[in-house]
Every structure is written in C-alpha cells, then in structure tokens.
C-alpha cells in the first residue's frame, strides 16, 4: 500500500526499455505502473510457443550483462536467482556463398588463426582496429551511454572525443582504414545491422560493439530471451510494482505543459505524477500525446527522420539435432554494399539476400522437443515506407525462399523435417508494436540522429513526460535501452524526489 505522500510514475510499455526503467524507479521508491497491450510483456522480447517449440520473437545476443546485474544490485538482490546466463561460443559463424567460414569470438588464439586464414597482414590491422575500438567504447559507452543529452551544450561538450575518433566516418570506411580482405572487412562492420544501421553510414562510433562483446562476451538466457523478461517482471513485482497486461494506452492526458495521467483502451484511467512511454517514439507522439499541440509538433518533426529497416523473420521447428550448426550465424549474401544500398536507399526486395540465422536448441536443448531443433532465421528488409508490398501475398513466397537458401547451404532436406512454421513481417511490427512504417529498430543510428538529435530523454516541453527505449538516446539493442533507462531514471528520479 502506497502511501499518500508516494509519488508515482507509469511507464507505457514493457519492453527491455520500459521494464529496466519501471525497476529503477520502483528500487527508488517511487510507485510505479507499467501498462502493456499485448498478452505478454517483452516488446521486441515476445515469445510463442507451437509444438512443444518456444520461439523468441528477438533480440538473441545478450552482451554487457552487467548493465542488467546493476536492475537487481540496485535493491540488494541477485539476478542470478531469476535469470540463468549461458555462454555462446562462438558468438557467431560468418559464412560466405563460397563456402569460407569465420568464427568469431573473444578467443584471441583462436580469432587470429581464423584472420590469419583471411589474410595474415590484417592480424596487426585488427590489433589496431581493436586499439580504436577500445578509445570509442571507453568515450562512447562507458562516458556518454547512460548520460541524457537534453540540450545542445551536452552535443558541444562531447563533440572533441567524436572529432578524436572520426565519428563522422562509417563504421565500414573505419574498419576498412585498418583492415585489407573484404570477408574481414565485413566481418568487423556488420554488428551495426544489430541496431538497425547500415555499416556504410552508421558512426565509426558504433565500433564499439566489438569492445563491448569482447569484454562482455556474448550470452543466452536459458529458456529464452523471454526469461530474462520474466525475470525482470519477476524482480519488478517483488519490489512492489504493478503490470497491466491487454489493455493498451490509447491517450497520455495533458494539462498545459504537464502529463496528468493515462487513459487505455479498456476506459481506465490513472493519474501519475510522471508519465515515460517506451513505446515506439512516433507513435508516442503522434497518437499518445496526438490531442496536444506539443505531441502534433513533434510527431510532424520526427517524420522528416529517417527510420531503420524492417525485418522479416522466419521461425521454424525441424526434426534432427544439429550440433554443427552453431548458436548464431551470419549467412552473407553474393553482395554486401549492394544489398545494403537495396534496403537502405532503393526500397526493393532484392533477389539475394544476408540471413541471421538462429539456432538456440544448440546451447539449449529445451527450446524443442526431445530430437529436435528451433531456429529463426532473420533478413533485414526495406520499412514499409520505401517498400509498399502486400506482405500478406508477398510473406510465403520469402519464407520459402529463404528456408530454400539455409537448405542449400547447410540443411538439404530441410523442408522434408519442417514440424512447425511461421513468419514475423513489417507488417506484423507495425501491428503488434505500433512500429512506425514498420520499423524494427525505431530511428535510423546516423549521427545526425544519435544523442543531442535523437528523442530526449525529458520531453524538451512536456515536463513530466519521458522517453526510454530505442528512439531516445543511446539507441537500440539490449545495453542501448537498457542505459536508455539509466538516462531517464536519472532524470525522473531527480524531477520527483529531488
């Protein structure tokens, strides 16, 4: 029972963004409220299960544990005791249409035999490519990740370390400065499809990553990501907080330039003392906040953005174990700038494509039945504001084509052991999770759009309502929304209880 002198928050949405905020603000002492539309919290981090088989809809890779450790460590307790973390070895398999192999990982023997069978003169090229790595993720992660950049002074005071380490530079053109053979060249660059970024244009800052899954290392949640989501709901409820499932924010109610509370689809309403939507940013705006001048205003501003791409997943269950097949794999495509320029730039569905391929049942037999395999097997796509199809008619023909791909490569008779079957579109994100155009990934990760220019942690007018998750700074991806709701605790936290 709260108190009446408690001050109170909701947060719109349980996603990673949103339930990392909501455990904070409750560690804190202030009551909070999550509320959910779906049936299921997790956001991105939803699951299904068909046929014995637990599909996670995403994100796979956990790296920087420790940020998550810190939700628990907060109150005293032991994330341990509701998460177990598995170890990925190796992180992933890159793959080639020639049949070249790369496993990469944070075993330095091992990573330089595989570069040296690249090409032995890019081991010291990589040596130095890792000293940059190093400089970014120190001034880029540790210094600014979990700092909210509320006004353009805070742009200024960081730019001598972004003028320092090239962050107008891309990633590609970075990695490229070091690094000779182009399979290496896309091995080291293509962590930014991770967040949504396009290697040829994304920050050299987002070099990073490498520093970040090499210190870090790259984990699994035993039962799925879905359990480390149920274990944050788990600790969030322990400490006292509310979650409200099936019933969606339909209005942020507003009062001059103040939040008063929430209103959802079922008729209910509440009032708070601090509204934080984790939310997909446009929808936030334009709908949520649709009936205020500021919510239109910046709904109108966000459109002139550019937004990350889609995604089109293909989950499936085969009969077999596949102890060759490791926990992730990159399948390249023939062409890599090419069919990045495809889905970034020209908006067509290519007819070759690059697969994220998924196969948890390797770390984690209890994803399938006995003597048999999950996987998903994922392929960036154009949001549906460059590529206009009916995914409805389109969808089948793409899954089949992609399952006719992993079968060439690495499962012949992959259609024959088929149990169960399903795909997860543009269509879908748009919703399922109110994506704007379909976006996995919310704003593009360009410079022009990162800290100072992304979505503000505190609305620059509304001055109890706040943004967590993917389109606030620092950016999507588990650690990226994660310090998301680092950044904005701080500030509710300060703004409430002073």
Sequence with gaps: MTSSTTRTACVIGAGFGGLALAIRLQSAGIATTVIESRDKPGGRGYFWQKDGFTFDAGPTVVTDPACLRELWELSGADM????????????????????????????????????????????????AFLHYAAGVYQEGYVKL????????????????ALMKYQAWRSVYSMVSKFIRNEKLREALSFHTLLVGGNPMKTSALYALIHKLEKDGGVWWTRGGTNRLIAGMVRHFERLGGTVRLCDGVERVETLGNRATGVRTKSGWSGTFDAVASNADIMHSYRDLLGDSYRGKS????LGRKTFSPSLFVVHFGIEGTWPGI????????PRYKGLLDDIYSHGVLPEDFSIYLHHPTVTDPGMAPEGKSTFYALVPVAHRGKLNVDWDVVGPHLEKRILDEIGRRLIPDIHDRIVTSFHYSPKDFSQDLNAHLGSAFSLEPVLTQSAWFRGHNRDDVISNFYLVGAGTHPG???PGVVGSAKATAGLMIEDLLG
């Design 80 to 127: 341990a005791k509701d998460v177990e973390l598995m170890p990925v070895m190796p992180f992933y398999r890159l793959n080639w249409p020639d049949g070249t192999n790369f496993d990469y990982s944070n075993d330095e023997p091992q990573l330089r035999k595989e570069i040296e069978k690249l090409d032995p003169a890019d081991v010291a090229g990589y040596d």
């Design 145 to 160: 990740g979990t700092v909210p950049f509320l006004d353009f002074k805070s742009m200024i005071k960081a730019a001598p």
């Design 298 to 301: 910046q709904a109108k501003s």
């Design 476 to 478: 999507a991806g588990i």
């Design 326 to 333: 490791p926990h992730h794999m990159i399948l390249f495509g």
